[in-house]
Every structure is written in C-alpha cells, then in structure tokens.
C-alpha cells in the first residue's frame, strides 16, 4: 500500500510570495496528480504528472521518480490561491486504479 | 462541457437512518469512482466502477455502505444505518478511462446526528 506525506501541513504566507508543497510515497507509482480544494468542498484538478515538469499559469509541478518526490510551486502568490492543496498517487504495477490521497497542505495568503 | 453532477449537496440525518446520494458523470466518462473525506483527512477511496462492474469495492464497509451504477451511467451511494463517524464530505468522480485525469464533483455533505 502506497504511503503519501505532504509536507508542510500548513502554510501561511504573504501575497506575491514563492510558494512550495512537497510530496513524498512509499512505492511506485503510474501517476501523481496535484488537486486543489476549496472551502466548501470542490475539488479541481491541477496536473497529472508521471515525469518531469509541468506548468500552467504561476503553477509549476515536478516529479523526480527516482526520489519518489514531486512539488507543487505557486510564484506570485495571490490571497485567492488560498486553499488546500492534496497531493495524490496511482500506485504501478496495475490492480485496482483508485488514487491514494496525502492529508493535504492548508495554504493560507494573506493580503 | 457539464462536470459532475452530485445531489444532495447537503444531507442532515440521525443516526440510524438511511440515506442515499446521486452521482451523474461527465457524458462518456467510462469509470466513475465514490470518495469519502473526513473532515481535516484527504479523500479515500469507496468504490470504483468500470461502465457498470464494480473494479475495487475493497475499502467500502459492505455492512452499511452499498454502491451501484445500473446503467454504467448514473451512480447512486447508500448508507443504511448511518453512523456517527459517517459524517463526511461525499465525493464522485468520473474520467474518461482508468488512466486518464479524474473530474470531481462538488460533493455532498452528510451530518450524522
């Protein structure tokens, strides 16, 4: 069973700050997704990553396989990019296809 | 394009009761999956369908919880009886194939009294 940490579990920062959440897991993996959770419950895709770097927007993700670590980075943070922000993994191997989810890092920007 | 549908997005209940919950996913979408998250704990999986078989069901507490999706469409949830720690935020997705990126639903979220 794969094991998921997110570091750090909560964060608070200034507008216009470098932002980084870290993830980590405990067996290979297929697919690493980052997903952003608002109050209220919604919960919205932000990358689907198996290797390298992806960016969209001020958002940039990076997986390093070996490592088995990838990290989120928010440049230019804004108070609206306030959320939770959960970390989940697509164990290798086949099987069943369910993601295994991180607790999630509460990012907080402040104005 | 519509995203998932869910319904109720709130449900109140005692303990005991039953309840149900809707999911309608993104049109096409083959697999559909059922999360549970408690409060301050990323999702879990409950149950996942292939069109209209069941791929992973092995963390759904069968006693209580039961899933179907008939028509590999549309995917009702039940609890029944509901217990405390049920009280949940009750999450569905859907994607285009196993492999593919999963689109979430807004959630329904269940209080158990």
């Known amino acids: 069973k794969n094991e998921v940490e997110q570091s750090p579990q909560n964060l608070t920062a200034q507008e216009g700050e470098f932002i980084t959440i870290n993830c980590s897991y405990s067996v290979g993996i297929s697919a690493l997704h980052w997903l952003q959770q608002h109050p209220g419950g919604g919960i919205v895709s932000l990358f689907m990553l198996s290797s390298g770097k992806k960016k969209h927007g001020r958002l940039i993700a990076t997986i390093n396989i070996q490592e088995k670590h990838s990290s989120l980075h928010i440049t230019a943070s804004h108070p609206r990019d306030s959320a939770v922000y959960i970390c989940?993994?697509?164990?290798?191997?086949?099987?069943?296809?369910?993601?295994?989810f991180g607790k999630g890092t509460h990012l907080i920007i402040q104005p | 394009e519509a995203g998932v549908a869910q319904s109720p997005r709130y449900k109140i209940i005692e303990k005991r009761q039953s309840v149900a919950f809707w999911c309608n996913p993104i049109?096409?979408?083959?697999?559909l999956y059922w999360y549970q998250q408690i409060l301050g704990q990323g999702p879990k999986l409950l149950i996942q369908f292939q069109n209209n078989g069941v791929v992973d069901d092995s963390q759904l507490p069968k006693d209580r919880f039961s899933a179907e999706r008939l028509k590999g469409v549309d995917s009702t949830l039940k609890i029944q009886p509901a217990k405390l720690e049920d009280s949940a935020v009750y999450l569905c997705?859907?994607?285009?194939?196993?492999?593919?990126?999963?689109?979430f639903g807004p959630g329904t979220r269940l209080l158990v009294l």
């Open positions: 989940a993994v697509r164990s290798a191997g086949g099987g069943a296809d369910g993601l295994t």
């Open positions: 997705a859907s994607s285009y194939s196993d492999q593919e990126t999963q689109y």
């Open positions: 049109s096409g979408h083959a697999t």
